[in-house]
DNA sequence: TTGATTTCTTAACCTAGATTATTGGGGCCG
DNA sequence: CGGCCCCAATAATCTAGGTTAAGAAATCAA
């Protein structure tokens, strides 16, 4: 098994595509090393500068944030085809941990990376369009954390992302949620019984 | 006083860039109509497609959500210098209202022109900073939701936007940061007096 | 398989913020 | 100037979800 490698940027930008067995869409968009991590691995702390992108080959990520009451909260979940990463400035220290749900295949990029332009201009598209839906997604999701009940982000999330539920503890879900576990037993209870 | 427009893509397409006495970093990326918007103006609402951008020049811009209890959610503001949307995808129909909170000076453009690739790479570059900052700013958005007290959000609002504070009334600050009035009322003045 | 460690559920109680209602202060328009 | 409407503040009451605790069920390690 390797490490989540420490490279300079420089190095990064000079790593070759590897073209894997898995084969997605915008895979080709991507160039960075790729690293196996057992259940459990964490790739990214809090506070580390200079953070990665981490593309979903196989497996699932999570990243989460640990506030000052020491709770987790989880930020998102990411499965195959997906990316994760942490979205602060560049130069910034990393708000949140990433680590591995399962064992996963991973493909590590550098951030700056991001900017570069020696793309072909499909994919670029492919990329911004994959930014532009990030957001929209992240718009639900503050819209939803602001005027849904519980019981209704817990049915949007399990409309949203039929394939994460199964493959993590409902804790994580409620974590994902804003809210405690024993709350999301609690109103999963209450609906079940009000049918 | 004129009113949002409404055009086709190509047409928007093919407007020229207008300069206007004020400037900003990336006005040049921008080509839309220029419109004067008075105070109150709805300029886009919820359900309706092809929706636009919004980047003002002069005055304060909302947008905001009102839920299925008819309560009104301001999803966020943008003043001199910022541009807004609804970032529901493109055919899909918008889920939020855009309205003046001062009188404005607005630059409208088309959605679809976010994917067009014939800017200098300079601007491309700007864009790209300006949505991976966005994206940011959700992530910090979600994450004071999830985890921090109504206090310590409006604190962080204060701090965040100091300008927009004296501009809006002070329930829709408490409606940025999903509680109501009589709470951010309460919870600033249980502050106030723990000191 | 068995013991140990998570995870889920239930239940009693607590608290942040919602709801409803009332008051007073401005700002704005006739 | 006076009436009106919007806004902020306070207070009483209510409720969704948090906290704490404990037992049952599932998962994992040896």
Redesign the interface.
């Known amino acids: 098994m390797s490490e989540a490698p420490r490279k300079s940027p420089r190095e990064f930008l000079e790593l070759q595509d590897r073209q894997s067995g898995i084969e997605h869409p915008d895979h080709r968009a991507w160039r960075g090393t790729e690293i196996k991590v057992p259940k459990g691995t964490i790739l990214q702390q809090n506070g580390e500068t200079a953070s990665k992108v981490y593309y979903v080959k196989k497996g699932l990520l999570r990243s989460y ?1 640990i ?1 000052r009451k020491g ?1 987790e ?1 989880i ?1 998102m979940f990411a499965s195959e085809g997906w990316t994760i990463a ?4 560049p130069d910034a220290p990393a ?1 949140m941990f990433i680590d591995a749900v399962e064992p996963s295949l991973v493909e590590v990029s550098d951030k700056l990376f ?2 570069e ?1 020696d793309l072909p ?1 499909e994919l ?2 492919l990329r ?2 994959k ?6 997604v ?6 939803m ?4 009940p519980a019981i209704e982000r817990y049915e949007h999330f399990l409309e949203t992302y039929p394939e994460i539920v199964p493959r993590v503890p409902q804790r994580m879900i409620a974590s994902y949620l ?1 809210i405690t576990p024993e709350a999301l037993s609690k109103v999963k209870g209450e609906y079940a019984r009000r049918r």
Chains 1, 2 share one sequence.
């Not at 930014?131 to 929209?136: K, M, P």
């Open positions: 944030l506030d709770k909260h930020f942490d979205s602060s400035p708000e991001q900017l332009a201009e670029r598209k911004l369009t930014l532009l839906n990030r957001i929209y992240l718009q639900k999701r503050v819209i954390l602001m005027s849904a804003g």
